[in-house]
């Protein structure tokens, strides 16, 4: 092919391994589709991994493959994109007005969901980084993220045919994932200690890119460590409160250390969550070296820190002894001239009380200059609960609220990213959070019922073969014969509704089984069906929440609901991809006031489905009457077993009532208006706020740059 120079085509292919190792891929469908291209068969079975796949190809292939004209010109535009995309200046974050210059926001969190392939973390609290990244990178705001690297990562779930749940964790392999060793100018890697205990343990960092941010990833795993402090950062969340102790040290310290190797002198240290919240007093300990006296350093660490609060559930407040804090900190206090008595009442509610547990919470929200809970009702929860810490009436506790958001083009399912792009126009990606495009959709002119309907038809299909796929492995080890079930499993037609998270017990997967007669009794309506799919892992400790899994199981197996009821195991980002994309209804019953936001019900919204949930969290905020459905009311909390059995109640009714009859309302041509109503009316009325493109730019206004 004379018009290709192979100097040409070997540009090229260094731009493809460049896209590949920058996670912008996994919000751009056509770039997936380049390396789909490349293999299949690889981006398959590596659970859709660019790097894995580049990889597997040699350089002679892959400049072969760019001799083929149609596939040189899409690689050549999708590398322009890709430069336009990096090259950006007409950024949001450059038209703000209140910018000094010179900003950068570091952002701290225990775990990052960002792509199915990079499987670092647990749940929402990582979806909700990784999302916050994408946006940030959309915004142009200068943001880098820290976290750790944990390289057997979060657990596969496989069930075993009594409904158990069991773990086997993967072993990452850097190699082959999109990360790249940090190395210095003289090519060797970049290594921070920590003093852990009495030993200073080393830290290296991995860089992601995510468009025009960048994360680092911790690793503790060099053999200069001892084989206990190599495996701090194994596994998500993993191991008991001194393993979470030494990872949190690694990653509050350890992230400030690791940035000041690398010259950065963040502007803001975002806390999400308090798991990172020893960086508080790494900052403090830097200015006390530099000579500053306690209380300006104090001060000056205050001005720089910002806090988000995530959950009112106990559990997810680390609390350490003294006795650990003192063995964990006391090299780290030395380093200082100080005792751990001295750093026990950062973080203590009760200081007086020398043996009162130390509080990441508490230490993040003394050393914050803002602190903020994730959605309305949430942020009330939040200041009634730490109200004792400030000895004033909650409404005056400094505690607000951002409201969670979602990336929508993270998000999306190719089905309805050109089902949009068709729709609205070239544009309309820039303009996801304007309410104006989706009044447009409002309109039956700009976007017909029958369309809308054939999306949420291809939709529901998709989703259907999909699961009839994915469940053979798993219908063969319950032992249920699958060949004679599989064109059984699921209708294309039938009602469908979805229920995917973790199975934490506060959010009551098995509630709609509560009363089995009544859920046996719509499930086998044959004029109006309904079927249901589920997935979720519970935590390795948590047996309630294994136990809940069971049930779930159990039901999938028994014969009268086989094929209606699905579990699908392994619950991630492309099972959740999946699931949201395809159902008509999501299902959220947590125990009011649990549910700080969840997040995964505004994932359903750019595809047409409709919410149906407990007043909790967001949906508190986002619900007005016909945007979705409520499940209970908003009364203050009962006994767990009044409310349980008062919203299971409240749920049979709504559906046989409303969602039901709503859904199966049809005219002569099939088409049921009512719902199609409803649809556009969560379109209007959720996507422009429920985004996190919204919630990133409230974050930089209301306290990166406040
Ligand atoms: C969105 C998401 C979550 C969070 O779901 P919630 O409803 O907010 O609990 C958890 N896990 C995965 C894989 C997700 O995609």
């Not at 820290?146 to 749940?165: A, C, E, H, K, M």
């Not at 809308?452 to 259907?464: F, H, K, M, Q, S």
């Not at 009839?468 to 509704?497: E, H, M, N, W």
Request: hydrophobic residues 40%; negative net charge; glycine residues 8%.
């Amino acid at each position: 092919m004379p018009s290709f120079s192979l100097n040409r085509i070997d540009e090229m292919i260094d731009g493809l391994h460049a896209l590949a190792r920058n996670l912008w891929w996994t919000w751009t469908p056509d770039a997936q589709d380049l390396f789909f291209q490349l293999s299949e068969r690889k981006w398959r079975s590596s659970n859709h991994n660019a790097v894995a796949v580049m990889n597997s190809v040699s350089r002679q292939e892959l400049r072969a493959r760019l001799c083929e004209k149609e596939f040189f010109e899409r690689v050549e535009d999708i590398l322009a994109q890709f430069r336009d995309y990096m090259m950006k200046k007409d950024t949001w974050w450059n038209a703000q007005k209140n910018r000094r210059g010179g900003e950068l926001i570091s952002y701290f969190t225990a775990e990052f969901g960002l792509h199915e392939c990079l499987p670092i973390y647990s749940g929402g609290l990582g979806v909700l980084a990784g999302d916050h990244t994408k946006s940030a990178s959309d915004l142009g705001v200068p943001f880098v993220g820290i976290s750790l690297f944990y390289r057997n990562g979060y657990f596969s779930q496989t069930i075993s045919p009594d409904g158990w749940q069991h773990e086997s964790y993967p072993m990452l392999d850097p190699d082959q994932l999109p990360v790249e060793l940090v190395v210095g100018a003289d090519g060797k890697p970049v290594v921070v200690s920590v003093d852990i205990g009495h030993n200073p343990v080393l830290v290296r960092g991995y860089r992601v890119n995510v468009g025009r941010t960048v994360i680092y990833l911790l690793d503790t795993n060099l053999p200069e460590n001892d084989l206990h402090h190599r495996e701090i950062t194994a596994r998500v969340y993993g191991g008991d409160l001194t393993t979470r102790i030494m990872q949190e040290i690694v990653l509050g310290i350890g992230g400030v250390r690791f940035l000041r190797a690398l010259g950065l002198y963040p502007s803001v240290y975002h806390m999400n969550e308090g798991h990172s919240a020893f960086l508080t007093m790494e900052l403090l300990r830097e200015r006390m070296l530099d000579g500053e006296d306690r209380e300006t350093a104090e001060r000056w660490v205050r001005s720089r820190c910002v806090f988000t609060t995530h959950t009112p559930v106990p559990a997810g407040h680390d609390r350490f002894t003294p006795d650990l804090m003192e063995f964990m900190l006391n090299g780290w206090c030395r380093s200082l001239g100080r005792t751990v008595c001295d750093i026990l009442p950062y973080g203590q509610e009760n200081p007086a009380n020398p043996s009162d547990p130390f509080c990441m919470t508490v230490l993040a929200l003394r050393m914050s200059r803002a602190a903020n809970a994730v959605s309305e009702l949430h942020g009330r929860v939040s200041r009634e609960m730490w109200k004792h810490l400030y000895g004033v009436p909650a409404e005056q506790v400094p505690i607000g609220h951002c409201t969670n958001g979602v990336h929508m083009l993270g998000w999306m399912f190719h089905r309805t990213r050109v089902f949009w792009q068709r729709h609205l126009g070239e544009k309309w990606i820039y303009y996801l959070k304007s309410k104006a495009i989706w009044q447009q959709v409002a309109d039956p002119e700009l976007v017909s019922d029958e369309d809308l309907w054939a999306l949420r038809y291809g939709l529901r299909r998709d989703l259907v073969e999909y699961v009839r796929r994915k469940v053979k492995a798993q219908y063969t080890r319950l032992g249920i014969d699958f060949t004679t079930v599989q064109d059984t499993i699921l209708s294309p037609d039938a009602l469908t509704i979805g229920f995917a998270r973790r199975f934490a017990t506060y959010k009551r997967a098995p509630l709609i089984f509560r009363d089995f007669n009544r859920i046996m009794e719509l499930l086998h309506d044959d004029e109006r069906p309904i079927q249901l799919i589920f997935a979720g892992k519970a935590h390795p400790r948590d047996d309630a929440g294994k136990r809940f899994i069971q049930q779930i199981v159990a039901h999938t197996k028994n014969s009268a609901l086989l094929g209606k009821v699905v579990f699908l195991d392994d619950y991630d980002i492309n099972v959740a991809r999946h699931m949201i994309s395809g159902v008509d209804v999501w299902l959220n019953t947590p125990r009011r006031p649990m549910e700080a936001s969840g997040t995964s019900g505004m994932k359903i919204l750019i595809h047409g489905g409709l919410n149906l949930s407990i007043l909790d969290g967001w949906w508190c905020e986002g619900y007005d009457g016909e945007n979705g459905w409520a499940i209970g009311g908003t009364e203050p909390p009962a006994d767990p077993d009044v409310q349980d059995a008062a919203d299971a109640e409240s749920l049979y009714r709504v559906l046989s009532e409303q969602v039901i009859p709503e859904f199966y309302d049809r005219d002569e041509f099939g088409i049921p208006r009512a719902w199609i109503r409803r649809i556009r009316h969560s379109m209007v009325t959720l996507i422009p706020q429920f985004n996190t493109d919204r919630m990133v730019s409230e974050y930089v206004l209301r306290y990166y740059l406040a």
